[in-house]
């Protein structure tokens, strides 16, 4: 069965730096781009970031110098490294794969729940 | 960034119903766009894709049309388990953008 678990959320303080993972069963993640998107309680979907299968990267602005994405094909593995967290991040942040035929998502995870607050 | 407008916000609608959800570009992104259903704390669900393709074991009462920049979907005889939001995507540039959605609810 294919699968994206996420794992890594949790409650942070404002500028602080939390690691979500994403692992992947049941497909190749080195042949897919892979995405993260997320959404803030019971608000729209924003999408974050994308690394493809060369190794090119995008961001929104939002994160841009703050969050990185990377992928370990070894572990079938994917990560966001956040860091300098604001409270307009928190979010239930979800990890999904990129469908062949365009840049739109045919496979999520459950979602991993990032807070921000002192 | 290209900004996706949906409408309306919120649909009340009736089991049988032909329901109609609407989606505007900011720009053209000829047939780039792809419709997702989410239900509360669940995971989007991937519906259409290319403007008009319907995914591989997605009810037919589903369809999809438009191109350029005005999009619908619709649901040609709604069903209890399509009760949910719904949410259109752009895929003909970064940053990918969503619309803000249509929650279709129970009339």
């Known amino acids: 069965e294919v699968q994206l678990v996420e794992s890594g959320g949790g409650l942070v303080q404002p500028g602080g730096s939390l690691r979500l993972s994403c692992v992947a069963s049941g497909f190749i993640l080195s042949t897919y781009d892979m995405h993260w998107v997320r959404q803030g309680t019971g608000k729209n979907l924003e999408w974050v970031s994308v690394t493809g299968t060369a190794g090119d990267k995008y961001y929104t602005d939002s994160v841009k110098g703050r969050f990185t994405i990377s992928r370990d094909n070894a572990k079938n593995s994917l990560y966001l490294q956040m860091n300098s967290l604001r409270a307009e991040d928190t979010a239930v942040y979800y990890c999904?794969?990129?469908?062949?035929?365009?840049?739109?998502?045919?496979?999520w995870g459950k979602g991993t729940t990032v807070t921000v607050s002192s | 960034d290209i900004q996706m407008t949906q409408s309306p916000s919120t649909l009340s609608a009736s089991v049988g119903d032909r329901v109609t959800i609407t989606c505007r570009a900011s720009q053209s992104i000829t047939s780039q766009l792809a419709w997702y259903q989410q239900k509360p704390g669940k995971a989007p669900k991937l519906l259409i894709y290319k403007a008009s393709s319907l995914k591989s074991g997605v009810p037919s009462r589903f369809s999809g049309s438009g191109s350029g920049t005005e999009f619908t979907l619709t649901i040609s005889s709604l069903q209890p388990d399509d009760f949910a939001t719904y949410y259109c995507q752009q895929y003909n540039k970064y940053s990918l953008t969503f619309g803000g959605g249509t929650k279709v609810e129970i009339k």
């Open positions: 999904a794969r990129e469908d062949r035929g365009g840049a739109y998502m045919d496979v």
